[in-house]
């Protein structure tokens, strides 16, 4: 059984930061790609980055490029989503989630396992 618990949401104000945790339990070293989404209500599921699990390679969304940071620790079978400048654009629920085959996309329909979610709010 896969499970992803992501943790670390919160309320911020504009121009702060955040990390968000991803720790992924079960058949994690199956994982190929992990990544991170956000949506808002109302509007389609968007992909802010993503990191190979193996060789760390690392992808972006545009509008987070240069902000927000993707990381991971092998070892604790964990992802980060280190989010810096804040705007109330960026406010969502955040979700993770993995790729079990060889890939890295931007697709959301590509993950295969997802975490429940972390609301951020960044007030103005």
């Known amino acids: 059984q896969v499970q992803l618990v992501e943790s670390g949401g919160g309320l911020v104000q504009a121009g702060g930061s955040l990390r968000l945790t991803c720790a992924a339990s079960?058949?994690?070293?199956?994982?190929?790609?992990m990544g991170w989404f956000r949506q808002v209500p109302g509007k389609e599921r968007e992909f802010v980055a993503a990191i190979s699990w193996r060789a760390g390679s690392t992808y972006y969304a545009d509008s987070v490029k240069g902000r927000f940071t993707i990381s991971r620790d092998n070892a604790k079978n964990t992802v980060y989503l280190q989010m810096n400048s804040l705007t109330p654009e960026d406010s969502a629920v955040y979700s993770c989630a993995g790729i079990l085959m060889d890939i890295w996309s931007r697709d959301s329909d590509d993950y295969n396992y997802w975490g429940q979610g972390t609301q951020v709010t960044v007030s103005s």
């Open positions: 079960g058949r994690s070293f199956g994982f190929y790609t």
